[in-house]
């Protein structure tokens, strides 16, 4: 549930100069803490990675709501990546590279 959690945290705290959401998904029960609005409020570059597993829909509904500076990447694989966890590594950090060589 670390997209959740990492998702309603960028939306209350704006220091954050770029993130990365792996996987996020939607569930009724987090009735104001849904991932899928906490997006919308992100202003940084966020990279928000989901799969072509049995969750994608879910989990590219939450990444559709980002606003432009939102950058979506799908990976193969369900919910947890399985066989692409070291790609989703290299895809996160050369985000982060991308923003840091911008912000220098």
């Known amino acids: 549930m670390g ?15 770029a993130s990365v959401s792996i996987v996020p998904i939607i569930n009724p029960l987090w009735g104001n803490k849904d991932p899928a609005e906490k997006i919308k409020v992100v202003q940084h570059p966020h ?3 989901y799969s072509t597993g049995p969750t994608r829909a879910v989990e590219q509904a939450v990444c559709d709501n980002g606003r432009g500076n939102v950058t979506k990447k799908s990976l193969e694989g369900g919910h947890e990546l399985e066989n692409v966890r070291e790609q989703a590594a290299e895809e996160i950090l050369d985000f982060f590279l991308e923003q840091f060589d911008e912000h220098r």
């Open 47 to 49: 990279l928000c990675i």
């Open 3 to 17: 997209a959740m959690t990492g998702l309603n945290f960028l939306a209350a705290d704006n220091r954050v100069a």
